[in-house]
């Protein structure tokens, strides 16, 4: 079989990490996040997750090493996973994808949901430093956020769209539908 990668491009709140975390347990796949190289440099270095540093790290990695540096690490990790399906998350410029789509096997996977919903979202998860304390205005002024500006650009150039403002179990029906459109079964 070969190797397939699914990347996951959408803003933030908007279902990405549930449609990864249904890609692996249903469809056995490998699972690197942008935002996890990221991570673990800011954990290296000491400092706090909040989403104002990753913002900051991400800025001086791509000014210091290219602004396509990201997708060239991702691309690496991706071909040298043992899975054979393997979830992409956290695609948000054009560059991320640079390394990644002329592979044959990649399918970039937008999901679309309004900033309404989206921001009620994260205030619930709680994922990043803030977020549960996050106001409307806060969340309005990252979604300006040079990281966040160039995502609506990315979702135009996807293989497929999702709305995402249903129940859970209705997103991974729409995931399914399109998994079996590649051809992919569940495990």
Not at 85 to 101: F, H, K, N, S, Y
Request: hydrophobic share 40%; charged share 30%.
């Amino acid at each position: 079989m070969a190797k397939f990668i699914i990347g996951l491009v959408g803003q933030a709140g908007s279902g990405k990490g549930t449609v990864a975390d249904f890609l692996r347990e249903e469809y056995g796949a490998g699972y690197i996040r942008f935002s996890g190289i990221l991570g673990d440099l800011l954990v290296t270095l000491g400092v706090e997750k909040s989403r104002d540093n990753f913002i900051a790290i991400s800025k001086a990695v791509r000014e210091a090493f290219g602004e396509d540096v990201l997708s060239y690490a991702v691309e690496k990790k991706s071909l040298t996973s043992p899975e054979d399906i393997i979830v992409v998350d956290g695609i948000r410029r054009p560059e991320d994808i640079v390394a990644l789509e002329p592979l044959p096997h990649f399918r970039l996977l937008s999901i679309e949901v309004p900033a309404k919903v989206r921001f009620e979202r994260m205030k619930n998860r709680g994922e990043k430093t803030g977020e549960t304390e996050m106001t409307w205005e806060q969340f309005q002024a990252q979604e300006e956020a040079e990281t966040e500006r160039t995502i609506p650009s990315v979702m135009k150039r996807a293989w497929k769209t999702i709305a995402n403002e249903g129940t859970k179990e209705e997103l991974e029906q729409a995931v399914t539908a399109l998994m079996a459109e590649l051809g992919l079964t569940k495990k």
